[in-house]
């Protein structure tokens, strides 16, 4: 049995403590929010968040980040993208050397084009830092419901641990060394699947949509291995698994924000609407800078930037990525010559 604490009581957060309850561990669960650590603590549930899934009286719920922390083997730290820097600011006071942080946020940080692993490792260098991600709707983990998921660290020996603690017969946990790798994929295909909901919310169909998975994991693996990243990891879990289930997905915020863009909503209003943290949104202007950064055409990012930032019709924006000059799809076929 390992002694976790659970950074941030929002729906995955609220999922995975869940999970490593059922597994045998100790779970603690920390939230800011005062009022989540009262509703968590008497109604046993994420009343807004995750209405249903049902927290055992074992899973102890505190407003105390001291308390979450302390003789924790593992910490998974689940705030919003834009709070990971913040949050891991407030940890440092409380954090052990060597203390395992497992990251299961997405997102790229804005001004600093950094991923939340390095940013952790940046306010926290004596931490062991790991990432998990993958196609992994909180709304279907918290119900027990067949799950595949990726873990990454630097060492080997964290992933496998960390592998065998989430590790359960409805949760299934591959690892894999390509650290940069799993969190490009995991972020990128937030501004992916904004396009999706556009397109949805514009009323165009399947083909649609299927084009912009297909078109996207190539742009997001072109950005990803010029940086680092390795192409199998991309083809994998945390790519185009991802990609697919936040592009189709009803529980996806991303989409959804996506389609009521395409209807007519400006970013801000369907934030507003979805009511939760919409992490394409903060990737996009990052993503854009690191195409422009590492000399990557992404015509679909561009877009979506322009689409967000700059006023421009989705319409428009669609039409626009279908006139673009003829192309072959892959650069590294050749043809037979004659």
């Not at 909503?265 to 422009?292: D, F, N, W």
Request: aromatic share 6%.
């Amino acid at each position: 049995m390992a002694k976790i604490g659970v950074i941030g009581a929002g729906s995955w957060g609220t999922a995975l403590a869940l999970l490593c309850c059922k597994n045998g561990h100790e779970v603690t669960v920390w939230s800011i929010i005062k009022e989540e650590v009262e509703m968590l603590r008497e109604k046993r549930q994420h009343e807004t968040k995750l209405p249903g899934v049902i927290l055992p009286q074992g899973i102890w719920i505190t407003h105390d980040l001291k308390e979450a922390m302390t003789e924790k083997d593992v910490l998974i730290l689940a705030v919003p993208s834009p709070f990971t820097r913040s949050t891991a600011r407030s940890m440092k006071e409380y954090l052990h050397d060597g203390q395992i942080i497992v990251n299961v946020a997405k997102g790229i940080e804005e001004h600093t084009m950094m991923t939340l692993s390095e940013i952790i490792e940046e306010e926290l260098p004596n931490a062991e830092v790991a990432v998990m991600s993958g196609p992994s709707h909180a709304e279907e983990v918290g119900l027990g419901l067949p799950t595949n998921i990726v873990v990454s660290a630097h060492k080997k020996h964290v992933a496998e641990y960390l592998q065998n603690i989430f590790m359960s017969p409805v949760f299934r946990v591959y690892t894999n060394p390509d650290m940069l790798g799993v969190e490009l994929g995991g972020s990128l295909k937030n501004v992916i699947a904004l396009a999706a909901g556009i397109a949805d919310g514009l009323g165009y169909g399947d083909n649609t949509k299927a084009a912009l998975i297909t078109r996207g994991i190539a742009e997001i693996a072109r950005l990803g291995v010029k940086m680092g990243g390795h192409i199998e990891t991309f083809c994998g879990l945390t790519g185009i698994g991802d990609l697919i289930v936040t592009c189709a997905s009803k529980h996806s915020r991303n989409r959804k924000a996506g389609y009521l863009i395409g209807q007519g909503y400006t970013y801000e209003e369907a934030m507003k609407e979805v009511k939760m943290i919409v992490e394409g949104v903060y990737s996009a202007k990052a993503a854009k800078e690191l195409s422009e950064r590492y000399e990557v055409e992404m015509p679909i990012v561009e877009q979506i930037n322009q689409v967000l930032f700059e006023g421009k019709s989705a319409k428009d924006a669609v039409q626009e990525l279908m006139l673009r000059d003829r192309k072959t799809e892959s650069m590294e076929l050749l043809w037979e010559e004659k």
